[in-house]
């Protein structure tokens, strides 16, 4: 099959040449305009940083932030994850209490602000529930290998309430978003399969695990990607409670530095990085399940 080559069009020159002008004159405003003396100089030794004691290089504050933005949105993920497919379930169960159940929590969450449900969760559950459930005692008491991986895999024992409140928030908050993808997905296989599932004699619960599920998940999977990708930009805003994560760490560094404009275009480069491998790894999984379907 011959494919024909692009051609670009005057409107495709004229858009360019408009775009380089304002590309231009923001370049000109930033360097005549603002009266601001730059520094990249300074950035590298906040990403990375020489350990006399160990002699190797470690990560610095922004590294140190962005790999907890990067946890924190894994864990955020495996709980919305978890909490999405339970109340996708219901959203679709014959059950009228489960569907409210899980209606009332997709709309409750959706329409409150991220911001609101982030300090209800840092007041309730980092002030009142992980005192009396004695967290901090045990992580404080625990060997120093057992602290080391609560440190790798979650937070340092210092850190690990306002860490523990935002991971909350963040996954519930996904989690209604997450819920609606899977009752979509399910809702996307037709009647007939259903019908097929209860002709066979398989009971509602035995059709939704054995036929239902396989067939949704192929089409559940891209979008649960990209709600990945969004969990990523939206754990920012659990900076607010003091989570060491890369907006919080580039907002200390602002402060101490002055350095404004090189720290946040360092911290908006990691994050296109990160969501923008992310998307290519969300782009991979879309063609591999588009040829697996075939």
């Known amino acids: 099959m011959k494919t024909s080559r692009y051609r670009p069009t005057l409107l495709d020159v004229v858009l360019l040449l408009m775009l380089a002008a304002a590309g231009g004159y923001l370049v000109y405003r930033i360097r005549i305009g603002l009266n601001y003396s730059w520094n990249w ?6 990403l990375v940083r020489f350990d006399a004691e160990s002699a190797r290089w470690v990560p610095n504050v922004l590294l140190q932030g962005l790999l907890t933005t990067i946890r924190l949105s894994l864990w955020a993920t495996v709980l919305a994850t978890i909490i999405g497919v339970v109340m996708g379930m219901f959203r679709v169960s014959p059950v009228i209490f489960r569907r409210m159940v899980a209606r009332s929590y997709v709309e ?22 992980l005192p009396s459930l ?12 057992t ?37 979509a997905g399910i809702q996307s296989i037709g009647r007939g399969q259903w019908e097929a599932a209860s002709a066979l004699g398989f009971t509602r619960g035995q059709s939704l695990r054995h ?13 649960l990607a990209g709600q990945f990708i969004s969990t990523i930009k939206d754990s920012a805003i659990v ?10 760490q580039g ?10 404009f090189e720290i946040w275009i360092t911290i908006t480069g990691l994050y296109l990085l990160l969501t923008l491998s992310c998307a290519a790894a969300v782009g991979r999984i879309e ?8």
């Open 108 to 129: 409750l969450t959706r329409n409150m602000p991220p911001l609101v449900l982030v300090f209800i969760f840092y007041y309730f559950i980092s002030a009142q529930m």
């Open 147 to 183: 602290r080391s991986l609560i440190a790798a895999l979650f937070a340092p024992a210092r850190l690990l309430s306002p860490f523990l409140a935002g991971l909350a928030a963040l996954a519930i908050f996904e989690g209604a978003y997450i819920t609606e993808i899977v009752r």
């Open 287 to 294: 063609v591999w399940m588009g040829s697996a379907g075939r």
């Open 41 to 46: 100089g300074a950035i590298p030794q906040f």
């Open 134 to 145: 004695g967290i901090e005692g045990f992580v404080r008491s625990a060997s120093e290998e």
């Open 251 to 260: 907002l200390e560094l602002m402060a101490s530095t002055h350095l404004t």
């Open 211 to 223: 036929i239902i599920l396989p067939r949704a998940i192929r089409r559940i999977l891209p979008p």
């Open 239 to 248: 900076s607010v409670i003091s989570i060491q994560e890369l907006t919080f």
